[in-house]
């Protein structure tokens, strides 16, 4: 069964960086896409990036597009999400996703598989 764990979350003031680590068990990473989604209070939650497990192709929401770069280590099992010039309204709980389908999109139905998630928080 696969279990994806994240890290790196935590307090960052605007303007900063940070990254996050997920590293995935049980499975095959290398036949994932991946994803990060997140979910601010009261809101739903949505998704961030994707990378695919095929091609490598990457996806982005708009609101992050240019800021964030999701990147993969096979080697690691691990996927990463760099957050730059973060913002408060970036301020989230983060959850990384696993697809074993492959497709690599951005609709929550796709993911089978969630870690916990981990806490970001943007000061102004």
């Known amino acids: 069964q696969v279990q994806l764990v994240e890290s790196g979350g935590g307090l960052v003031q605007a303007g900063g960086s940070r990254r996050l680590s997920c590293f995935m068990s049980?499975?095959?990473?290398?036949?994932?896409?991946m994803a990060w989604f997140r979910q601010a209070p009261e809101k739903e939650r949505e998704f961030v990036a994707a990378v695919k497990w095929s091609s490598g192709v990457t996806m982005y929401a708009d609101s992050v597009k240019g800021r964030f770069i999701i990147s993969r280590d096979s080697a690691k099992s691990t996927v990463y999400l760099q957050m730059n010039s973060l913002k408060p309204e970036d301020t989230a709980v983060y959850y990384c996703?696993?697809?074993?389908w492959g497709t690599g999109s951005s609709r929550r139905v796709d993911y089978g598989s969630w870690g916990q998630g981990t806490q970001v928080t943007v000061s102004s």
């Open positions: 996703a696993a697809d074993s």
């Open positions: 049980g499975g095959t990473f290398s036949r994932y896409s």
